[in-house]
Each structure stands twice: as C-alpha cells, then as structure tokens.
C-alpha cells in the first residue's frame, strides 16, 4: 500500500483536535498524538514544525470547519446567531479547544483578526452601522451569546426541573430572539 501524506496529515490533525481539546496545548503529549493517528511522531515535526504550531494548525481547521457549519450572513445576524449554537452545541469539543487557547495563550493570529475584522465590517455596512467598533461589538455580543449554552454549569441548564432537549430549544430560541433585538436596537430595524 503506497504511503498517503495527505491522509497521514488529517490523521494528525483529527488525533491533536481530541488530545488538545482534552488536555490543553501544555497538557498535550506529542507521543499521545502519534500514536492515536498511528504515524511517526517525527511527521507532527515534519508537517507542522511543533506542538505550538500543530496547535495553531488545529485551531485553523476546526474554525474553517465551524466557517463551513455556520457561514456568517451579515443580512441575517439572527439566523447566523442559531447556526453558530447549534455548529457549537453539537461539536463541544471546538469550544473546550477555544477555552484551552485562550487560557493558555493570548495572542491571535492574523487570520483571525481579519476574519473577525470581516465580518465586522460586513456587519457594519448591513446594518448601517455607525462605527467600526460597534460593529466589533455587536459581532462579539451575537457571538457570546451563541456560545453562553456551552459556558454555564451543566446543573442551570435544566434548572426548574425542564427536560435538557426541551431547555437547549428554548435557550435557541432565546438566542435567535435576542440577536433579533441586538440588530433592531443597533440598526433602527425590527
């Protein structure tokens, strides 16, 4: 069977996506890593030159993945606030990945500044914003409460006694609602 680099290399990332997500960037074990994706640990070396940067490198494709899951509609904030929950909620582990990464480091790419610079100016010329920070602002709100779900104690989310499916629908729906009032409050848009 000749030797596939491109499969060796997701292998890799998909191994340090779990090992990360798991355990942190200082908590990671490069031999943990090879050895679930069944590869040399000299192929993390050679295809991404460190554990920091195999940690950069998995931190680029999970939020290309999440890009895909949830296209940012700048006409459409509300429905753009639903499909990041549900993108989220249904891979947890892409948010443990972020926690990790903004525990234990706190610089950013220059990815992702300007995706998030993007969408902010997007943003800024759908709803007629008034500044560009504002517009940084509204995206970082309609952001933290899309991700609100995943950072409270497991315990509220079925405080009263409300079933889990049934609480996630309603906390949904109260993100859509509560987007929906951010753009109307911003925009003079109900």
């Known amino acids: 069977m000749p030797y ?5 290399r997701a292998r890799l990332l998909d191994a340090a996506y779990r090992e990360f997500s798991e355990r942190g960037l200082a908590g990671a074990r490069v031999d943990r890593i090879a050895a679930v994706a069944q590869a040399n640990k000299q192929a993390i070396y050679a295809y991404f030159g460190s554990k920091d940067d195999l940690f950069d490198a998995v931190m680029a494709d999970r939020l290309s993945v999440l890009a895909d899951s ?3 509609s700048p ?3 509300p429905g753009y606030a639903g499909a990041l929950f549900d993108a989220l909620t249904s891979a947890p582990d892409l948010m443990r990945l972020t926690r990790w990464r903004s525990l234990e480091r706190d610089d ?6 300007e995706s998030h ?3 902010a100016l997007a943003l800024k010329a759908a709803l007629d914003l008034p500044d560009d920070d504002t517009a940084v602002d509204v995206l970082e709100i309609v952001i933290a409460l899309s991700t609100a779900w995943l950072t409270v104690a497991p315990g509220l989310k079925t405080a009263g006694g409300t079933d889990p499916s049934t ?3 309603a906390h949904r729906a109260a993100v859509v609602a509560a987007a929906t009032a951010i753009v109307g409050h911003f925009s003079g848009r109900s």
């Open 4 to 8: 596939d680099s491109a499969a060796t």
């Open 70 to 72: 949830a296209p940012f």
């Open 75 to 77: 006409d459409d904030l």
């Open 108 to 113: 950013v790419t220059d990815g992702e500044v």
């Open 117 to 119: 610079l993007s969408k």
């Open 167 to 169: 609480r996630r629908k």
